[in-house]
């Protein structure tokens, strides 16, 4: 944490934290129509559930992230830090927690995807050590995902 930055508290996600989540990825713009939140985390908590994490300074959770790894590749999803509680070294803190976690279980390498033009975000991977792979991005919905 950043000197005069209070305690980040790191845990991962219980049933109780959704609405508080939910409510953090749809303050930092992280949520989309086509993707319902709910759907989302009731499927990550199928999933490597230990690899969703929250932070909290004192009662308020300010921090999310979910991480997954295929026996190949890590991935990361939802890093959201609340727009106030930015610059104070809190999402630094949950990748760097979610790195250590994917290293322990032989993880070589994690990708992760920004939307174009999200500079900032960019930047920010950058400062931590993450690079611009040479890849193109193609996706595939299997299931429609209409919000409840």
Not at 102 to 120: F, M, Q, S
Not at 127 to 146: K, M, S
Request: net charge positive.
């Amino acid at each position: 944490m950043h000197d005069n930055a209070p305690a980040l508290s790191i845990r991962p996600f219980v049933e109780s934290d959704e609405g508080a989540v939910i409510a953090l990825w749809q303050l930092c713009e992280l949520t989309r129509p086509w993707n319902d939140p709910r759907r989302d985390v009731a499927r990550k908590l199928g999933v490597q559930r230990e690899w969703f994490l929250v932070g909290h300074v004192g009662d308020e959770l300010v921090a999310s992230v979910m991480a997954g790894y295929d026996g190949h590749r890590g991935s990361l999803n939802y890093l959201a830090v609340a727009p106030a509680m930015r610059g104070r070294g809190y999402g630094t803190a949950l990748i760097r927690r979610i790195e250590a976690l994917l290293t322990e279980a032989g993880c070589p390498k994690i990708n992760l995807l920004v939307r174009r033009g999200n500079a900032g975000v960019v930047a920010f991977y950058q400062r931590i050590g993450y690079g611009l792979d040479d890849t193109v991005q193609l996706g595939r919905r299997l299931i429609p995902d209409t919000p409840t």
